[in-house]
């Protein structure tokens, strides 16, 4: 089901940030887990980060130190800081709710989210 949308992605050179957008209903909102996912072309995808309803986060190794997830309660919208952008950060970005979201980013989950949106593209060439 697609009804998250995501927004900010872009091209950037190698060092530079951005900042990912991902809005929904309250409903969605309120009653699940929400994060980021990626996948790049030949590549499995993979979870970047989640943070659950009570605003604990987890990161990739890969990301850690460099992106933050945060969400705006007002706005129910979950956003993904990243910073120091390398070529490697290169994907398809896209956001994720699910009330077993934490659990399917500690698997490594390749299955279906309750929610999802249709992708952002983040480009970072060298």
């Known amino acids: 089901q697609v009804q998250l949308v995501e927004s900010g992605g872009g091209s950037v050179q190698t060092g530079g940030s951005l900042r990912l957008s991902c809005s929904t209903s309250?409903?969605?909102?309120?009653?699940?887990?929400m994060g980021w996912f990626r996948q790049a072309p030949g590549k499995e995808r993979e979870g970047v980060a989640v943070?659950?309803?009570?605003?604990?986060?987890i990161y990739a190794d890969s990301v850690k130190g460099r992106f933050t997830i945060s969400k705006d309660n007002a706005k129910n919208t979950l956003y993904l800081q990243m910073n120091s952008l390398k070529p490697e950060d290169t994907a398809m970005y896209y956001c994720?709710?699910?009330?077993?979201?934490?659990?399917?980013?500690?698997?490594?989950?390749?299955?279906?989210?309750?929610?999802w949106g249709q992708g952002t593209q983040v480009t970072v060439s060298s």
């Open positions: 994720a709710a699910d009330s077993f979201l934490w659990h399917k980013f500690l698997q490594n989950w390749q299955g279906a989210f309750a929610y």
């Open positions: 309250r409903n969605i909102y309120t009653n699940n887990s």
């Open positions: 943070a659950d309803r009570d605003g604990l986060t």
